[in-house]
């Protein structure tokens, strides 16, 4: 079960919705299945720990496929487009915390500890692999306790949200420990179809807000059509054009938080979308609520 903190309001994942937006930590300890981040997707302002437990994960984040192994952790920005690819026969268990750079800042302040978050800012993403190790078991347990506060809380406590700080702030302190003790970037073993899934990957990142056809990108990449579809879902699990919306969507969250004056349909045609019609339905399903009721809701946290 995923539950999100906010200093007045406790809901689970099902419940959340827009919640999320403007959440400072949304906490989810050792779930299953993949209901809840099935989509490629991004948390704009929350940056995220992943621990991936037990299962069969096969995991796209922007332009890279990494193949999971128990006790594997995943540290990516708030603009990292990610997604897991499960087989649906096998398992899946993971714990995640999603937090607000913001909402930490200020101990990390007062504790000269702004480097801890270094790692998201400079990286974007990375892989840690622990192997199962005694912090890995440590940082599994904080996440434990974390979900055991929110289960308890009833109200807005200082002290609860003191010990919630105090536990993000260990996590990214052993997060960093055993980054640096192993590689800071570790890639899986380069088979020839992971490559051409990533190259298809960062074609479309780099052409999303262009007219694109399978044609195009397969020409592009000097590969057969029916090749680049499956490929790629084999992969990755989306299909190109799920990809590319997923891009697109990407973008129009971005340009509706960053430029509040830009009017609805150049927001649309600047991230692809050929039609005002088409865009204003993609958004709604996608993400629950209309592109302005989300412009709306992100300009009041930004002020």
Not at 130 to 154: D, G
Not at 213 to 218: G, P, S, V
Request: net charge neutral; charged share 25%; hydrophobic share 40%.
């Amino acid at each position: 079960m995923i539950f999100v903190f906010h200093p007045y309001i406790l809901k689970t994942a099902s419940q959340k919705g827009m919640a999320c937006v403007n959440e400072p930590l949304v906490v989810g300890y050792r779930f299953r299945g993949n209901k809840f981040d099935i989509n490629y997707h991004s948390h704009l302002e929350h940056y995220e720990i992943y621990f991936f437990h037990a299962g069969s994960c096969r995991y796209l984040i922007n332009n890279q496929i990494y193949d999971l192994s128990p006790g594997d952790i995943l540290l990516m920005d708030g603009k990292t487009l990610h997604k897991p690819n499960v087989d649906p026969s096998s398992e899946y268990v993971r714990s995640v915390v999603h937090f607000s750079p913001q909402w930490i800042q200020g101990v990390l302040t007062e504790l000269k500890s702004l480097n801890l978050l270094e790692v998201f800012e400079k990286l974007h993403h990375c892989l840690i692999r622990t192997n199962e190790n005694e912090e890995s078991k440590r940082l599994e347990h904080i996440i434990w306790r974390l979900t055991e506060l929110q289960n308890n809380f009833k109200r807005y406590n200082t002290q609860v949200e003191a010990e919630m700080k105090v536990l993000v702030i260990e996590m990214l302190i052993i997060v960093n420990r055993i980054g640096q003790v192993d590689s800071k970037k570790i890639l899986s073993s380069r088979t020839e179809k992971t490559e051409h899934a990533e190259n298809i990957a960062a074609y479309i990142q780099n052409h999303f807000m262009e007219k694109l056809t399978l044609d195009e990108l397969a020409e592009a990449l000097n590969l057969s059509k029916s090749y680049v579809s499956h490929v790629f879902k084999e992969m990755t699990g989306f299909t190109v054009m799920e990809f590319l919306m997923g891009c697109r969507l990407t973008q129009v969250k971005f340009l509706l938080e960053m430029e509040p004056n830009k009017p609805l349909k150049d927001v649309a045609y600047e991230s692809g979308f050929e039609s005002v019609s088409h865009f204003s339905r993609y958004f709604k399903e996608k993400v629950g609520v209309t592109a302005k009721e989300y412009r709306s809701v992100r300009s009041k946290i930004s002020n």
